[in-house]
């Protein structure tokens, strides 16, 4: 089916967003790996803020302008950052500030966002530009806050229990060593019951199971803009 212009643009914008928010993920997993002894990525040149060393094809790329262009939700992921846990003082512990890193990025990223929002409405009202201006106005702050939501869809998302996102290293990490070595057998389930829960509504009459993770990914939202409101920026 053809696709209109406006749509192509509204999927390359997006897919865009999402590339950039995902680095910052990934740098988040790498720096957070060097910090706690493990130059394993640094070394491979994967603790950097360039994009395209963090790119994979399909995941970055196809699978998230395809279902942009479908106008629905898509799927998607970068290249793993590689850890060592031989190089970590407390593997078990460190693999779970290392997954942590990744979400505890696209949260602090969010905040960021809502500042930039906060300081381009300060610019537009302080040079009285909307008169002249308001639909660039308009475009910007569309892009920073459809980018705060996907910055902290990233952030719920990832923080599934489900090997290989990093809520399953996270729960690992936190578990008693006898409970984590029982949860650990679950690693291979992860990825099928993944596919599961994100395809099953496209063959059956049904909800996404995943529905709620847009519920707790808009109630984090409103909260971040509640704190930044209440500093007083917005």
Avoid at 176 to 181: C, G, I, K, T, V
Avoid at 214 to 233: C, D, H, N, P, Q
């Amino acid at each position: 089916m053809p696709f209109s212009p406006d749509a192509i643009w509204n999927a390359i914008l997006i897919v865009t967003q999402f590339i950039i928010l995902l680095t910052f993920h990934e740098w988040g997993h790498a720096k957070s790996a060097n910090m706690l002894g493990d130059p394993t990525a640094k070394d491979l040149g994967r603790m950097s803020l360039n994009p395209a060393v963090h790119i994979d094809p399909i995941g970055t790329l196809i699978l998230p302008l395809v279902g942009s262009l479908m106008g629905g939700g898509f799927f998607g992921w970068a290249k793993p950052v590689p850890v060592d846990p031989y190089n970590l003082r407390s593997p078990r512990r460190d693999l779970m500030l290392i997954a942590g890193a990744g979400p505890f990025m696209n949260i602090l990223l969010t905040f960021v966002i809502f500042f930039m929002i906060a300081l381009l409405r300060y610019v537009f009202e302080v040079f009285d530009l909307k008169a002249d201006h308001g639909a660039i106005y308009v475009q910007i702050y569309s892009f920073l806050n459809t980018s705060a939501q996907i910055s902290v869809f990233l952030a719920v998302f990832n923080m599934l229990p489900l090997f290989p996102l990093d809520g399953f290293s996270v729960v690992n990490g936190l578990l008693p060593e006898r409970a984590s070595r029982e949860f650990s057998k679950l690693a291979p389930y992860g990825m099928p019951i993944l596919m599961a829960l994100i395809f099953l509504p496209f063959v059956l009459p049904i909800r996404s199971p995943l529905f709620f993770l847009g519920k707790i990914t808009a109630y984090i939202f409103s909260l971040i803009r509640k704190i930044v409101e209440v500093i007083g920026v917005l």
